[in-house]
Nanobody, 126 residues
């Protein structure tokens, strides 16, 4: 399984970006997909996840109401729509895939994900 993230860039505060993550493989629909980010000097942190069973979505408190995760199983792609961006959203964003049937608490834990993309830089200027 390979993940390819794209869509990052430079945007002013208050602007929007949409990240995409294309996933190879025929079992995309049975993966829980997550987005994480890592800012310079900080640990990687959870941003959002979409569980394949039931289709539930989960967000970090810092992005809830501003970011939306979605997926298109026909295109093997997961998206992260980011609105009302803030300078503190600046980071490298990674998409990740988790196999199996994770319970809710597992979607927040980066260690539970099996596959990772290469990351895409998002820079928000003030």
């Amino acid at each position: 399984v390979q993940l390819q993230a794209s869509g990052g860039g430079l945007v002013q505060a208050g602007g929007s970006l949409r990240l995409s993550c294309a996933v190879s493989g025929r079992t995309f629909s049975s993966y829980t997909m997550g987005w994480f980010r890592q800012a310079p000097g900080k640990e990687r942190e959870f941003v959002a996840a979409h569980r394949w069973q039931g289709g539930s979505t989960h967000y970090a408190g810092s992005v809830k109401g501003r970011f939306t995760i979605s997926r298109d199983n026909a295109k093997n792609t997961v998206y992260l729509q980011m609105n009302s961006l803030k300078p503190e959203d600046t980071a490298v964003y990674y998409c990740a895939a988790q196999s199996g049937r994770p319970i809710v608490t597992m979607v927040f834990d980066a260690r539970r994900y099996d596959y990772w993309g290469q990351g895409t830089q998002v820079t928000v200027s003030s």
